[in-house]
């Protein structure tokens, strides 16, 4: 079966403009958790959807936001970029989020704010 | 606050031995770990899922074991090869909201 699909996987934005990235998660799934990740770093934890409802948050600014519609696909925005943003942003799936449930990453999105 | 951790420093290893990275976990008694492989780029790839009742489990030349005493998860690459270089991820979910707390990994190089 098709994994986990995010787009664009490149993307060139300059500072204050906005921008959105999606992420089909694998059929099924109805859990998709959003992640920044900048060279050298950690995971760090965006948010997680689950059945269109925002579930879960981690500690990041109003900017970001996102959504998730009712075929479980999901989109990311973040409005008023800042260079600081330039990371790889990595979308993972997994069927219910439950316990034992483990999590399908995508390629990732490479985002830089130039 | 729930929190893993694994051993920030790179773990240099023979090619041919094995190689043993630590992930512990503190303030939470995780009913399940997972271990994850991520390479340059990319997103973490899942290995291995055990239950804190299962002392350890194997998946080919991998090993992970679930030590509930010491709070401690070991995971093991036998017969290592330099295509086995990459960040190993520690991974469990939070007990009351089930999202997935994250070690910072561990970067293994195996030389030949």
Known sequence: KAGVTQTPRYLIKTRGQQVTLSCSPISGH???????????????????????????KGNFPGRFSGRQFSNSRSEMNVSTLELGDSALYLCASSLSGGQNTEAFFGQGTRLTVV | SQKIEQNSEALNIQEGKTATLTCNYTNYSPAYLQWYRQDPGRGPVFLLLI??????????????????????????????????????????????????????????????
């Open chain 1, 30 to 56: 109805r859990s998709v958790s959003w992640y920044q990740q900048t060279p050298g770093q950690g995971l760090q934890f965006l948010f997680e959807y689950f059945s269109e409802t925002q579930r879960n």
């Open chain 2, 51 to 112: 239950r804190e009742n299962e002392k350890e489990k194997r998946k080919e030349r991998l090993k992970v074991t679930f030590d509930t005493t010491l709070k401690q998860s070991l995971f093991h690459i036998t017969a290592s090869q330099p295509a086995d270089s990459a960040t190993y991820l520690c991974a469990s979910r939070a007990d009351s909201n089930y999202q997935l707390i994250w070690g910072a990994g561990t970067k293994l190089i195996i030389k030949p």
